[in-house]
T-cell receptor, first 110, second 112 residues
């Protein structure tokens, strides 16, 4: 069966510090992968998606970037965090019956 | 106008009640829809997919009305464990491999 992992689970970072969140998928090959952010009290916003290694599409201009160095690895990064980057970051992969989410990383920028 | 709109609620219902949520979408090209549930501080989990006119799974029934561009979710015989936020999701890409658009969510609380 397929599983999706994210780490860390929680993170507290100062403004201006770098960020690296990792997502890995097991049990499937060449998945479509997605990064979403859910700000407090708001809906999910699609940030990036990837259909293959090295292929990244950005949905909204922002302070973040994404990379896909391996088939089942998706990384979300920032060089300098802003207060507005705080939120719940979710990685997802696609299956014909829907998209499935990892457990998420809760990021607080102070 | 948001692509997917839901009544945010909250809905407070007693155990055993039947509750219905409605969701409207603005993109007429949307081909498939989903209902997810999200528990507090957890990731969304897929509840049902809605590809044609509707889908039923136990106590849950989802219906799609393309003419009016709305989707509904009916929960019968509510359980305490049904308390969660329910997310209506649309996919303009035609398959789940496309980009999803999420509604803001409807909060449901089932009380004893």
């Amino acid at each position: 069966s397929q599983t999706i992992h994210q780490w860390p689970a929680t993170l507290v970072q100062p403004v201006g510090s770098p960020l690296s969140l990792e997502c890995t998928v097991e049990g499937t090959s060449n998945p479509n992968l997605y990064w979403y952010r859910q700000a407090a009290g708001r809906g999910l916003q699609l940030l990036f998606y990837s259909v293959g290694i090295g292929q990244i599409s950005s949905e909204v201009p922002q302070n973040l970037s994404a990379s896909r160095p391996q088939d089942r690895q998706f990384i979300l990064s920032s060089k300098k965090l802003l207060l507005s980057d705080s939120g719940f970051y979710l990685c997802a992969w696609s299956h014909p019956s829907g998209q499935f989410f990892g457990p998420g990383t809760r990021l607080t920028v102070l | 106008r948001k692509e997917v709109e839901q009544d945010p609620g909250p809905f407070n219902v007693p155990e055993g009640a039947t509750v219905a949520f409605n969701c409207t979408y603005s993109n007429s090209a949307s081909q498939s829809f989903f209902w997810y549930r999200q528990d507090c501080r957890k990731e969304p989990k897929l509840l049902m997919s809605v590809y044609s006119s509707g889908n039923e799974d136990g106590r849950f029934t989802a219906q799609l009305n393309r003419a009016s561009q709305y989707i509904s979710l009916l929960i019968r015989d509510s359980k305490l464990s049904d308390s969660a936020t329910y997310l209506c999701v649309g996919n303009a890409g035609g398959t789940s491999y496309g980009k999803l658009t999420f509604g803001q969510g409807t909060i449901l609380t089932v009380h004893p």
